[in-house]
């Protein structure tokens, strides 16, 4: 679908991994980002995020930034925390298909 998602409200939906590092979360597709705006993130919309824009501006930011993504977090709290520099690659070797 050549994008991803999170949710935003007066900033950017993030939560934090095992060890306490911050994350930015990541969805595959509207209907699950807008699933998990609960609780801390009630209020918040689900927006849609270029997949250029994610790979070649968002996560070198948050690499930089020392943030973290979590994918596909659940309204239970699970998701999949991938490190940046792998998701840049898989995301790019995706991309090349098209």
């Known amino acids: 679908w050549e994008a991803a998602w999170s ?8 939560g934090s991994d095992d060890t306490g590092r911050p994350v930015f979360q990541l969805w595959p597709a509207k209907v699950y980002a807008a699933a998990c705006a609960l609780g801390n993130w009630s209020g918040y919309e689900a927006t849609k ?6 790979v ?9 930034d020392g943030v973290g993504v979590a994918v596909f977090s659940t309204p ?16 790019e ?6």
């Open 7 to 14: 949710l935003y409200q007066n900033g950017w939906a993030m």
């Open 49 to 54: 995020i270029s997949i250029e824009e994610l």
């Open 56 to 64: 070649h501006e968002l996560l070198p930011k948050l690499s930089k």
């Open 76 to 91: 239970k709290g699970k998701a999949v925390f991938p490190e940046i520099s792998q998701l840049q690659v898989d995301l």
């Open 93 to 98: 070797n995706e991309m090349s298909r098209y």
